[in-house]
């Protein structure tokens, strides 16, 4: 069975700082696909990244990056210079290679302040 | 550029009551999926499909049926409304998994069982 679990529910930081969200997930597949969506408060969601399992590098877009460690199973996602259009809910999300289903952790809860 | 789009946004049933929440795609998915959204834990699959005329189970199935009669459209059914059915609904679609996209998710329907 496959859990992602992303441990803070609420993430609350001033404008300009940088904020970075936490991702731990369990599979026993070795290919699998991750991803990071934001629910800004109008309630739609929104993809932000994808990272195959094969691929480790950590790449930066914008103020988005990401740190995926295999070996402790994590998928980090940070934003940088937050503004206050950040505010969002933020999901971690992985996806079997044999099949197409999202299993979705709990989400993150992120307040920018002005 | 319509993507996924849910009917109705907005929804507040009685006990017992049935209804039908329509998805439709414009993308030429061949995957779709409903999911609930509930506080705090994520978002969970109902049911989802692979194909026209196919449907599957997802993790929280009970309750709810569905139907793909048309590639573009994918129809979750409630016959006999519950409180515990109190949620935020959202269908999504993807291309078949080779193509090693991202999902797209619709507007989300809230849905209030009284």
């Known amino acids: 069975a496959q859990k992602v679990t992303q441990a803070q529910t609420e993430i609350s930081v001033v404008e300009k700082e940088d904020v970075t969200l936490d991702c731990v997930y369990e599979t026993r597949d070795t290919t699998y696909y991750l991803f990071w969506y934001k629910q800004p408060p109008s309630g739609e969601l929104v993809f932000l990244i994808r990272?195959?399992?094969?691929?480790?590098q950590n790449e930066i877009s914008g103020r988005y990056s990401w740190n995926f460690q295999k070996s402790t199973s994590s998928f980090n996602f940070t934003i940088t210079a937050s503004q206050v259009v950040d505010s969002a809910v933020y999901f971690c999300?992985?996806?079997?290679?044999?099949?197409?289903?999202?299993?979705f952790g709990g989400g993150t809860r992120v307040l920018v302040k002005p | 550029n319509a993507g996924v789009t849910q009917t109705p946004k907005f929804r507040v049933l009685k006990t017992g009551q049935s209804m039908t929440l329509l998805c439709a795609q414009d993308?030429?998915?061949?995957?779709m999926y409903w999911y609930r959204q509930d506080p705090g834990m994520g978002l969970r699959l109902i049911h989802y499909s692979v194909g026209e005329g196919t449907t599957a189970k997802g993790e929280v199935p009970d309750g709810y049926n569905v139907s793909r009669l048309k590639k573009q459209n994918f129809l979750l059914g409630l016959e006999s409304a519950a409180p515990s059915q109190t949620s935020v609904y959202f269908c999504?679609?993807?291309?078949?998994?080779?193509?090693?996209?991202?999902?797209?998710f619709g507007q989300g329907t809230r849905l209030t069982v009284v």
């Open positions: 990272r195959n399992s094969f691929d480790e």
């Open positions: 999504a679609s993807s291309y078949h998994l080779d193509y090693n996209t991202e999902a797209f």
């Open positions: 999300a992985l996806r079997r290679a044999a099949g197409n289903k999202l299993t």
């Open positions: 993308m030429n998915h061949e995957y």
